[in-house]
């Protein structure tokens, strides 16, 4: 295990070898390998006993530097060691071994150690209070996860010091522990590496340090240096270090200028180009920059040299500064998201010339468009003026031509150019011309809702992209190709196309492409339920857009409205929805008002109906392509909220029409939804919902999916699978922080929502809200609820209840006094009369029943969903048995209709009730056994113990799972309480372990 100090070896060895036998020496004894080396090894390895069942390990932490000699010696002691002991050497010195001895190590080091980007945030908010992502990151670049350098920095910032400053107490540690173990030669190599990024082996030989390839290597050995990812022998040095570096191995002005004089022509020789750059600058002759500029501009913006590019073109003198370099400032300002500054120097190339190059139109126009105003880039791309000869800049204009028009909804302008986009790009024969083309005709296709051409012209867009390496045409691809993923529902699909363009725009530094790869990256996890990452990409793209002035800013802003709003959120989401409107209604960007426009009608639609009924016509009226769906089941949703349920039916079929028309399956769910809200009838809800719910499930869209399961869980004669998928969804939501739905507005004909509850208390709700015994006026009605209920849907005859109600008295006025309280019972359970009279008690001419379809009996719940988990514990499905046996178990409040135990006519189902719940809690207690949960095994058992006291099968059960965990004193005491209650009715105990025993063999043999 090798790195320098303050790594983490020790942690992560301990961490690694967990409870495994270890001997573990460092300090004094491990110093004692310099002097006695092999003999001290020997004698420390002959007193550590070898196990036959596992290996015994032997740590020799912090390995002072070892002569090459001795280490090899040393090496050849451990391979005549016993091969049951493994040997850890933990050092900051690199090892050098022969190839021999190569062979015999398995070196951990630097790149096993370094906290990830997310663990440096957890460092920064756990132990020092520091909780903004954007300090974290800073951090993570700054020190590449060495520990304690993060805490060190996180010390420091903590006392609001800027931890660069000389003097603090990071420089102290590196130079202490650090810079100090190392040798003069190797200062000297820092010394220049510190300026240098990235340094190299040849070079470093150029500028005068031999063996600067093995000491380049130890250096990242010890995690000094980083490997430059793909760079072949290339380093970096880790920046804060190099920062102290500066300050600890200085160079004087002169000097400096002449080291990157040196290295700058070695880089541009060698192909470095963004690395020529800097180090010409800093050379003190700016001007050798002109022809890298000149020759290699493009290749340096897809380089991520926008920044290197910019200050170069700054540092040129003014007569160096031609049309082209001006050109390629300006593109590299526009690249990092400085609007205004590529603004600037673009009209001073126009000069009011009235007509443009179409160089400069394109770049000029793409500066408003990446900032959302589609309206004033085509201003400017109008004015451009094709080049007489075939030329890639005459594609591009076309294409970006065609993309602002998408962007306005002008469809047959926009199909038009991008054709003649093609058609330039096919003269040229130019890969990037091309992959503007493509990309261009692939936003046509999508707006027409031509999904397989879009696809056919998005992968050919790629394809020419990759091949020309343009890695900014990549990333804009890629992010459109995440785009029309999400709208067909292939999230899991979008993710992956979408995170290497995330990446690659922060490789290439195009802040308005991470904007929109960010904003697709949050689309695809929003449908995948993963909310609170959806918002961070979102919430990462609003700043880069307002910084650039881009009221392409309203995309991101609905994001976080659909977040809010699904949240429950709503004034945040109108808040949001509402911005979104104020950045993108000016310029006409329909593809984003569409979607704002539909967002903040929905929010309104409870409190303002008629403002959200003119947002959702406007939508509808805007809508273009693939939003159509938007437009209309917003709507739709909307005419539900306000009672207009035929418009929000109608609706619902044009919204599924045009889903179809896009593949859009989240949206034809959601349609299937509205029109299942929509329905009269519940078995029609039901139907829609249940293939809503399929589609969702299939497309992994997790949320949508779980708010499905809910409401059909919810509605009347919801079967026991369905309500116990219920209940887990809605746990599920309540985790994500979302508001699990009722069925308010989803159940707009409003037949009452009627719950009995039995079991424990008798209490009696409607829609959600508990009546009250004045609304009763007659006990009798009450009562006359109660026995329907004990039987459960089961008719009973008329005279039979006068009977129970009326018993011993006349027949004829029981039968009226029958009637008056079958009508007072249907007045408590529907007081607005909005549902046909049987729809709760059903009244054949000789008897009267419960109709348990239509209510929420909780017996009934109850029964049904004990019978499917101990269906299901049968077949084998154990995680569904569990899940739908505590479903049932946190149901059974109490005894059926416990605060009056008397009625003869309530003890049949009180007792088979009370039957059923002790077999499912000894199930649960079973189950729990099974997976070695002896907490929950006795919380069950003790449940059951509390129903049936005098149950020897429990008492047996609950000793025995009380001895197997070892829980001795408690395994007494319940046998104590076995003899007390046998006792009590007069039945001889058994001994225990008779006991235990008879139990034990009716488990197996059960």
Known sequence: MVAAAGYGKTRAVRGWLGDRPVRWYDGPDVAALATAGPDWLTAVAAATEPRVDEPSWLVLDDVPRLPRRLLQTLLDTVERLPPQLRVVLVTRHPPAVSPRQAGLLTEYGPADLRL????????????????????????????????????????????????????????????????????????????????????????????????????????????????V??????????????????????????????????????????????????????????????????????????????EAVVDACQSLPEHARSDRLRLLYGEALQMRGDFDAAVAVYAALDQQRGSLTAGLA?????????????????????????????????????????????????????????????????????????????????????LRGDRPAADEHHEKALRAAEAARDTIQVTRIRANRASALVGEGRYLEALAEVRPAVELAQANGHAAMLALAL???????????????????????????????????????????????????????????????????????????????????????????TTAVALAQRAVELERGPDSATARLALGWVALDTGDHQRAAEVALLAATAAR????????????????????????????????????????????????????????????????????????????????????????????????????????????TQVQATAWQSRKARDLLRILAARRGRAVPREQLGEMLWPAQDPDRVSHRLSVALSTLRGVLDPQRR??????????????????????????????????????????????????????????????????????????????????????????AALAHAVGDTDEAVRHLGRARELEPHDEGVHGEFIRTLTAAGRHGEAAQAYQRYVEAMSSIGVPAQARGDLTDRVTAVSAAA
């Open 835 to 924: 549902t046909p009279t049987d729809h709760f008690i059903i009244a054949a001419h000789p008897s009267l029943a419960l109709d348990v379809g239509h209510v929420q009996l909780d017996v009934e719940e109850f029964l049904a969903e004990s019978a499917h988990g101990l269906r299901l514990a049968e077949r084998g499905a154990t995680d569904g048995a569990r899940a739908t046996l505590l479903l049932a178990e946190q149901r059974y409040r109490g005894d059926f209709l416990e605060d009056e135990p008397y009625d003869d006519w309530s003890r049949p189902t009180r007792e088979e009730a009370r039957r059923v719940y002790l077999r499912v809690v000894r199930k649960l």
């Open 229 to 306: 990812p793909g760079g072949g022998s290339a380093y970096r040095m880790v920046p804060v270090v190099a920062s102290v570096a500066r300050r600890r191995f200085p160079l004087g002005p002169a000097a400096t200028r002449r080291l990157h004089a040196r290295a700058a022509a070695w880089y541009a020789e060698h192909g470095h180009l963004v690395p020529a750059l800097r180090s010409y600058q800093k050379s003190g002759v700016p001007d050798a920059t002109a022809p890298i500029l000149a020759d290699h501009g493009a290749e340096l913006l897809a380089a991520g040299g926008a």
């Open 116 to 227: 990830p980007p997310e663990q440096v945030a957890s460092v920064l908010a756990a132990d020092h209070a520091l909780t903004d992502p954007a300090l974290a990151s800073r951090v993570h670049a700054e020190t590449g996860g060495w520990a304690a350098l993060v805490t060190l920095i996180a010390a420091t910032a903590t006392t609001g010091t800027d931890w660069d400053d000389p003097g603090t107490p990071l420089e102290s540690y590196l130079a202490r522990e650090v810079f100090a173990q190392l040798s003069p030669e190797v200062h000297r190599l820092l010394r220049d590496a510190a300026h240098l990024d990235p340094i190299h082996p040849e070079l470093s030989r150029l500028l005068g340090h031999r063996h600067a390839g093995h000491r380049l290597d130890q250096l990242t050995r010890c995690g000094i240096l980083v490997p």
């Open 519 to 609: 904003c697709n990256e949050g689309g695809a996890r929003f449908h995948l339920g993963q909310l609170a990452e959806a918002a961070g990409c979102y919430e990462r793209a609003v700043p880069l857009l307002q910084r650039m002035g881009s009221r392409k800013v309203a995309y991101p802003l609905v994001g976080i409205g659909d977040v809010h709003a699904l949240r429950g959120r709503t004034n945040l989401a109108r808040a949001a929805y509402e911005e979104a409107l104020r950045a993108s209604e000016p310029v006409h960007d329909h593809q984003i008002q569409v979607p704002a426009l539909a967002g903040l009608a929905r929010v309104l639609a409870a409190e303002d109906g």
């Open 661 to 768: 028309l896009h593949r859009d399956r989240a949206a034809l769910a959601e349609a299937l939804e509205l029109r299942g809200a929509a329905a009269v009838d519940s078995d029609d809800t039901r139907h829609a919902w249940r293939e809503a719910a399929a589609t969702l499930r299939d497309i992994s869209s997790v949320v949508a999916a779980d708010r499905l399961a809910v409401l059909l869980g919810l509605l009347p004669g919801a079967d026991p699978q369905e309500r116990v998928d219920a209940r887990l969804a809605g746990e599920r939501l309540t985790a994500a922080g979302v508001p699990p739905p009722t069925l308010g507005r989803q159940r707009p004909r409003c037949v009452a929502q009627v719950t009995v509850r039995t079991l424990g208390r008798f209490e009696v709700f409607v829609d959600g």
């Open 362 to 446: 394109w770049q000029y126009g793409l500066v408003h468009y990446l900032r959302g105003e589609p309206q004033s880039a085509l201003e400017v791309f109008h004015r451009g003026v094709l080049d007489p000869h075939p030329s890639t800049d005459n594609a591009r204009l076309l294409a970006w031509t065609a993309s602002a028009q998408w962007t306005i909804g002008d469809t047959e302008a926009c199909r038009g150019n991008a054709e003649r986009a093609l058609a330039a790009a096919a003269a040229v024969g130019s890969d990037a011309a091309l992959a503007a083309a493509h990309t261009a005709l692939a936003l046509d296709a999508k």
